[in-house]
């Protein structure tokens, strides 16, 4: 094999960071002038996240083949170049199914199949199918070592250094070194004993990444060394930061690249990291400050929203201004009388994607506002067939107006269960009832054409893009026309002219909806357009 392995896994709590970890290392490799992808193994069993609730594991991130995948690949894919597949993303539900597949079909001959060989083989061949024409695969293990769903991906990864080499595979274990006041001292022993699981698996870690809220002391590099059988240089600090972003330079300033690449035996270019000092200086020292809310039902969890919260970030990177974040939960928008007192200090409002009927009409109201009040207003996916529902409701007087997924016998389904769409492969795909749930959406990338002028061409300054979906219901065409007699501008058309995937205002500073989530395509080196032109409004709006 050509390629080199990293694998990263986590100990003591969740939460750690190893996502980061993980996509901050694929970008100091990247700075050195590798290639890199990257494969995350969840150990749940759910074949993918997609009907999971967002409260049980977060955002759910969708990649441009339409796979719906764990948040982390989108931290992957923000830090890095790389574009992600649902080659990159493997649960235990996927090894599992792949494996009874097999049986059922007779490929094991007969055989007993067990987790070893059975299982470990099946996850060491999905990272083997990852390797090609990369010089580094970087393997997060998701949970924490101890786990006992956890335990055939750690299994997997100690037989796959036997079979690619030692000298190329290399363990990185991301721990915590927590400060306790009352103490007044940084205290080791979690990371010790997590290192002691770890090892007693049968896996010594090569880097140990020690999560604190501060530079690590020589003498306390030392005595982890020491206890964890680790070179002292091996022992990082992965310290708090302001934002994120800084991750990389930490580490690099840390020397985590350096002892990466000297311990893997790879040549590389000198590190550059100038982007990624510009992209810190973009994210800290803004002269501006935006309030944009975001109207929702699951803002308890903001890990909900997570590339959401990215590219509105990266919004304000691109117009010199940090976000303040006001998260309501729409819920209490629908008994609170005065929705004007939950929203007046937002400069800009965004009513993101969803599911279910929980606090629709709260979100409806929210929509209200920012039409009547011109203030900006973006509306993503479900976002924006509510955009389209208030409307029609209250501009085109369609009474009663609703979208199919909420209320069936509706009069005016101006958003509706579109029963027949053509695939990622422009083949004809028919929704039925009973098609499992997890297979009905329209997901994955899909190409628009904008027209001109409007808020959507002024935004792109191009007519054809691609963005990425994850929905079921779609613009009820039929209301097409009465809602542009009215003001409501399809500025956003699938190429064949069935599909609405934009729309905005006329007499509006700032009001658009679109279809997909262009958040997933957000990277703070190049902020998502609508982002960018959805802040600059905002920031035009309060001065």
């Given at each position: 094999?050509?390629?080199k392995?990293?694998f990263v896994?986590?100990g003591v709590?969740?939460s ?8 901050s290392?694929?970008a100091?490799m990247?700075?050195?002038?590798l290639?890199?992808t990257?494969l ?7 074949v993918d996240p ?7 594991h977060?955002?759910v ?6 796979a719906?995948?764990?948040l982390?690949l989108g ?7 790389v574009?992600?597949?649902?080659a990159?993303?493997c649960t235990?539900g996927?090894?599992y199914n792949?494996v009874?597949?097999?049986?059922r079909?007779?490929d094991y001959?007969?055989?007993t199949?067990q987790?070893?060989?059975?299982i470990?083989?099946?996850?060491m061949?999905?990272i083997?199918?990852v390797?090609?024409g ?9 949970g924490?070592?101890?786990?006992i769903?956890s ?6 990864i100690?037989q796959f ?9 290399l363990y990185?274990?991301v721990t915590l ?9 940084l205290?080791t022993?979690?990371?010790?004993h ?7 698996i049968?896996?010594?870690p090569d880097?140990i990444l ?11 590099k030392?005595k ?12 990082i600090?992965?310290k ?7 991750v ?6 840390e020397?985590?690249d350096?002892?990466?690449v000297d311990?893997?035996?790879i040549?590389?270019?000198t ?6 000092e ?5 994210a800290t020292?803004?002269?501006k400050?935006?309030t944009?809310?975001?109207v929702?039902?699951?803002v ?7 590339s ?5 970030t990266?919004g ?14 729409s819920e209490t928008?629908e008994?609170?009388s005065?929705?004007i007192?939950r ?7 965004i009513?993101p ?8 009409e709260?979100k ?6 920012a039409?009547?009040?011109n ?10 067939q509510l955009a389209v529902?208030?409307?029609?409701r ?5 009474e009663?107006?609703h979208s199919e997924e909420?209320?069936p016998?509706t009069?005016?389904?101006v958003i509706?269960w579109?029963?027949t ?10 929704r039925?009832g ?7 959406m329209?997901?994955g990338a899909y ?6 002028p409007g808020?959507?061409?002024d935004?792109?300054?191009t007519e054809?893009?691609h963005?990425?979906?994850?929905h079921?219901?779609?613009?009820n ?7 542009k ?12 002219g069935?599909l ?10 700032w ?6 989530h ?7 080196r190049?902020p998502?357009?609508l ?6 409004a905002s920031i035009?709006g309060?001065?």
């Open positions: 094999m050509r390629s392995f990293i896994t986590g709590i969740s750690l960071g190893k996502g980061l970890a993980a996509a290392i694929g100091l990247e700075c050195r002038g290639k890199v990257f995350k193994f969840d150990p749940y069993i759910n997609g009907t999971m609730n967002p409260f049980q977060g955002e991130y969708v990649t441009d083949d339409g719906e995948t764990d982390d931290h992957y894919e923000r830090y890095t170049h574009t992600l597949s649902k990159n993303n235990t996927k090894i792949s009874i597949t097999k049986e079909r007779g001959l007969g055989g199949v987790v070893i060989p059975h470990t083989e099946e996850i061949s999905n083997r199918n390797a090609d990369v010089d580094i695969v970087i393997t997060e293990i998701g924490t070592v101890g786990d769903e335990l055939p991906f750690l299994e997997a100690r250094k036997l079979e690619a080499g030692k000298e190329n595979v990185i274990h070194v927590p400060y306790i006041p009352t103490a007044g001292e205290k022993k979690p990371t010790q997590s290192v002691k699981e770890l090892r007693s049968g896996i010594q880097i020690c999560r604190t809220d501060r530079f690590l002391p020589k003498e306390v030392a982890i060394a020491l206890f964890c059988n680790v070179d002292v240089d091996a022992v600090t992965a708090d930061v302001e934002s994120i972003y800084e990389p330079v930490v580490f690099h300033k020397g985590l350096e002892k990466i311990r893997l035996n040549w590389t270019k590190p550059d990291l100038s982007e990624w510009k992209i810190i200086a973009s020292l803004p002269k400050t935006t944009i809310a975001i929702g039902k699951y308890d969890l903001t890990e909900s929203y997570k959401l919260n990215e590219a509105i990266h304000g990177m691109a117009n010199d201004s940090r976000i303040e974040l006001l998260f309501v939960d928008l008994t609170d005065d929705v007192e929203l007046k200090t937002a400069n800009g409002i009513v994607g969803g599911f279910g009927n929980r606090g629709i709260g409806i109201r929210a929509i209200r506002y039409r009547e009040n203030i900006p207003f973006l509306g993503i996916c479900l976002g924006m529902i208030e409307f029609a209250h501009v085109a007087g369609l009663g107006a909420f209320d016998k009069p005016h389904p509706y579109m029963s769409w053509r695939d990622q492969e422009d083949n004809l795909q028919k039925e009973e098609t499992p749930m997890g297979g009905t329209r997901l190409p628009c054409n904008i027209s001109k808020i959507a061409w935004a792109y300054q054809n893009i963005e990425r979906h994850r079921r219901y779609e613009f065409n039929k209301y097409l026309d009465v809602l007699e009215k003001g409501l501008i399809p500025s956003g058309m699938s190429p064949d069935d609405v995937e934009i729309v905005e205002l006329k007499n509006h500073p009001f658009l909806g679109c279809q997909f262009p958040e997933f395509k957000s990277v703070p190049a998502h357009p982002f960018v032109a959805f802040i600059q035009a309060s001065e």
